[in-house]
């Protein structure tokens, strides 16, 4: 990442960069054809991503665990926007059966599925594991979305065909990705209390989310399905994200002020991955201020990616079982 286009905003080869908003990236844009899931989306970047799709006509749906929260953020979309389709199904991604509820209940409506927005998650939580048995973060962060997009894929796939437009999938990474544990992810000891790092951790889980785009991508090529997936770093942005760090986080944002987003801004390159018409047939790329960069090694691991789409559904299987 080019530190003096962060800085500056300068933008980047898509015509955009750290300053670019989400309202910026999308306008013009006419969604009013797509369906869009976004998950996490009753508060930050969610809910601003939420809103700017809204704004574009796009039928959103807010997954949230919290349903007031949720209906409260669609109460605030549709002050701004009257007009705009906005609904909330309760979504816990920290637990497999809430996530095949939530699916369930969304294959009830029969609705069309166009953009599906992985982008909840938690950040730097102490040693905890789900309710299935698996360390909290890579649980919510990663096995919650990968489930929830497994479970959804028909769905995506019988849109695309039927429609002929393009489906996209966008995972919410992180930079922090580069920041994890040895050989990049704990498959013989993801819930070892004593070698747990909250910090490597979610690195841990982030790297999940580009591989989990990058292994879909990989599949969708090989069946020739108007799919695509990527993910992205939305960059810094002071939101409830940090409240498991908020001391720290403030006193980084200190001295470093001129690195940190707004949240319109840490909305944008979302956005722009899930409905801009330049990155039509882009995928399993990654992201970053509106602009593709390259991840780390382990992100571009075919083989880890791979490994990592067996362990999950093996994961999910057994704690199905438990």
């Given at each position: 990442?080019?530190?003096?286009?962060?800085?500056?905003?300068?933008?980047?080869?898509?015509g955009?960069?750290?300053?670019?908003?989400a309202?910026?990236?999308t306008?013009?844009?006419d969604?009013?054809?797509?369906?869009t899931?976004?998950?996490?989306?009753?508060?930050?970047?969610?809910?601003?991503?939420?809103?700017?799709l809204?704004?574009?006509?796009?039928?959103?749906i807010?997954?949230?665990?919290?349903?007031?929260?949720?209906?409260?953020?669609?109460?605030?979309?549709?002050?701004?926007?009257?007009?705009?389709?906005?609904?909330?199904?309760?979504?816990d991604?920290?637990?497999?059966?809430?996530?095949?509820?939530?699916?369930?209940?969304f294959?009830?409506?029969d609705?069309?599925?166009?953009?599906?927005?992985?982008?909840?998650?938690?950040?730097?939580?102490?040693?905890?594991?789900?309710?299935d048995g698996?360390?909290?973060?890579?649980?919510?962060?990663?096995?919650?979305?990968?489930?929830?997009?497994?479970?959804?894929?028909?769905?995506?796939?019988?849109?695309?065909?039927?429609?002929?437009?393009?489906?996209?999938?966008?995972?919410l990474s992180s930079?922090?990705?580069?920041h994890?544990?040895?050989?990049?992810?704990?498959?013989?000891?993801?819930?070892?209390?004593?070698?747990?790092?909250?910090?490597?951790?979610?690195?841990?889980?982030?790297?999940?989310?580009?591989?989990?785009?990058?292994?879909?991508n990989?599949?969708?090529?090989?069946?020739?399905?108007?799919?695509?997936a990527n993910?992205?770093?939305?960059?810094?942005?002071m939101?409830?994200l940090m409240?498991?760090?908020?001391?720290?986080?403030?006193?980084?944002?200190?001295?470093?002020?001129?690195?940190?987003?707004?949240?319109?801004?840490?909305?944008?390159?979302?956005?722009?991955?899930?409905?801009?018409?330049?990155?039509?047939?882009?995928?399993?790329?990654?992201?970053v201020?509106?602009?593709?960069?390259k991840?780390?090694?382990?992100?571009?691991?075919?083989?880890?990616?791979?490994?990592l789409?067996d362990?999950?559904?093996?994961?999910?299987t057994?704690?199905?079982k438990?």
């Open positions: 990442m080019n530190i003096f286009s962060l800085v500056t905003g300068r933008p980047g080869p898509s955009f960069g750290s300053a670019s908003t309202e910026q990236v306008e013009g844009i969604a009013s054809n797509c369906t899931i976004i998950t996490g989306g009753a508060s930050g970047i969610g809910l601003e991503t939420a809103r700017v809204a704004l574009r006509k796009a039928h959103v807010i997954a949230s665990r919290n349903l007031d929260a949720a209906n409260e953020a669609k109460k605030l979309i549709l002050k701004d926007h009257e007009n705009a389709r906005v609904d909330v199904l309760k979504l991604l920290a637990s497999i059966k809430s996530v095949r509820e939530f699916a369930d209940n294959i009830a409506l609705l069309p599925l166009n953009l599906l927005i992985n982008n909840a998650g938690i950040m730097f939580c102490p040693y905890q594991l789900s309710e698996i360390e909290i973060q890579f649980a919510t962060n990663h096995i919650g979305h990968f489930l929830l997009t497994n479970l959804l894929l028909e769905k995506m796939k019988e849109t695309a065909r039927t429609t002929g437009i393009e489906g996209r999938i966008v995972n930079i922090a990705h580069i994890t544990y040895k050989g990049g992810i704990l498959f013989d000891d993801l819930n070892n209390k004593r070698s747990y790092s909250d910090k490597r951790a979610y690195g841990q889980s982030k790297l999940a989310n580009i591989l989990h785009a990058k292994e879909l990989r599949r969708f090529q090989e069946e020739g399905v108007n799919i695509t993910a992205v770093h939305p960059g810094l942005i939101t409830p409240r498991h760090s908020a001391l720290i986080m403030r006193i980084l944002h200190i001295f470093s002020l001129p690195l940190w987003k707004n949240v319109p801004q840490g909305a944008a390159t979302t956005c722009y991955a899930a409905l801009h018409p330049s990155l039509k047939g882009a995928s399993g790329k990654y992201f201020d509106c602009n593709e960069i991840p780390s090694a382990f992100a571009r691991d075919d083989l880890l990616a791979r490994k789409w362990y999950s559904n093996k994961l999910i057994s704690a199905s438990a």
